[in-house]
Nanobody
Framework: VQLQASGGGLVQPGGSLRLSCAAS????????MGWYRQAPGKQRELVAT???????NYKDSAKDRFTISRDNAKKTVYLQMNSLEPDDTAVYYC??????????????????WGQGTLVTVSS
């Protein structure tokens, strides 16, 4: 099972990026999915989460600029980021609460992390 994040890059202040994170493998169920970020020298922090039913929760500074969404059929979560600021520079990680087949057993895990994708906001 993998969570593959993509879409990061270098963008100027005020610009936009759309991150994607796709789950692959034998997956029986995905509950909450989310995006977190970690800036250099700082702890990882919540950006946004979304339930399987589409209810979203945001970090305060992201509420008016970021939108989280998901496509359950594609097992993919997205993060549309607008009006990006230098303080948004970080490695962005996706996380899923899911049940999957490991190859030997069924595993239910609340914190399955994907690899990060780097977002750099700079002029």
């Amino acid at each position: 099972v993998q969570l593959q994040a993509s879409g990061g890059g270098l963008v100027q202040p005020g610009g936009s990026l759309r991150l994607s994170c796709a789950a692959s493998g034998i997956i029986y169920n995905i509950n909450d999915m989310g995006w977190y970020r970690q800036a250099p020298g700082k702890q990882r922090e919540l950006v946004a989460t979304i339930t399987s039913g589409g209810n979203a929760n945001y970090k305060d500074s992201a509420k008016d600029r970021f939108t989280i969404s998901r496509d359950n059929a594609k097992k993919t979560v997205y993060l549309q980021m607008n009006s990006l600021e230098p303080d948004d520079t970080a490695v962005y990680y996706c996380k899923a609460d899911m049940t999957y087949w490991s190859g030997r057993e069924v595993i239910a895990i609340k914190d399955y992390w994907g690899q990060g994708t780097l977002v750099t906001v700079s002029s």
